[in-house]
Nanobody
Framework: QVQLVESGGGLVQPGGSLRLSCAAS????????MGWYRQAPGKQRELVAH???????KYGDSVKGRFTISRDNAKNTMYLRMNSLKPEDTAVYYC?????????WGQGTQVTVSS
């Protein structure tokens, strides 16, 4: 079956960095567009970054210039490098795989930015 497993979350101070990973199995990873989303308490889930199967990238406005999305098709893994973290980046971060017909989600990883 399809599995998306996020890792790399944790507690970091403002201005710090983290790298999230999303390891996929059960799909032909290279043919899927992948994305990172986040959901803070009391807020709707929002797009953080998206990377298409062909490599096209889009970022949410609040993370442009601070976050970098990438993928390694040989390792069936997507990454999110997060720099200059702010308290408002605190949320559960989810990865998503989509091929236009099916969407799959991971279980999420908590990122907390606090001093």
């Amino acid at each position: 079956q399809v599995q998306l497993v996020e890792s790399g979350g944790g507690l970091v101070q403002p201005g710090g960095s983290l790298r999230l990973s999303c390891a996929a199995s059960g799909i032909i990873f290279s043919s899927y567009s992948m994305g990172w989303y986040r959901q803070a308490p009391g807020k709707q889930r929002e797009l953080v970054a998206h990377i298409a199967s062909g490599g096209w990238i889009k970022y949410g406005d609040s993370v442009k210039g601070r976050f970098t999305i990438s993928r390694d098709n040989a390792k069936n893994t997507m990454y999110l490098r997060m720099n200059s973290l702010k308290p408002e980046d605190t949320a559960v971060y989810y990865c998503k795989a989509t091929n236009g017909s099916f969407d799959y989600w991971g279980q999420g990883t908590q990122v907390t930015v606090s001093s």
